[in-house]
């Protein structure tokens, strides 16, 4: 193996780990931002129950926390495509 090849390949490496952290980093915030939003979404339900919010406030905030769960669902999957092309650039086959 030549020297730039090996350079290459280094730089692959360290490419690919940084875009692993860097989605471990998004699905973190994500996964935040959905424990919040379910939280919301929650509080809401029973104000509602209580007669304290109206309906659409709480459909809003009902969206809020599906699309906080679609959000949460595309960065795992960004985290699993990270992995991948980790251990592709290390020369493994992907870790079940």
Known sequence: MTLQMRARLQAQAASALA???SAHTQWQATHRQAQLAQESKNFFDKSFRLGETDLPTRL?????AVQAQK??????????AAWSAWWQALGELPKP
């Open 19 to 21: 875009r692993l952290r």
């Open 60 to 64: 809003r905030i009902e969206q809020e």
């Open 71 to 80: 959000a949460l669902s595309r960065a795992r999957i960004d985290v699993s």
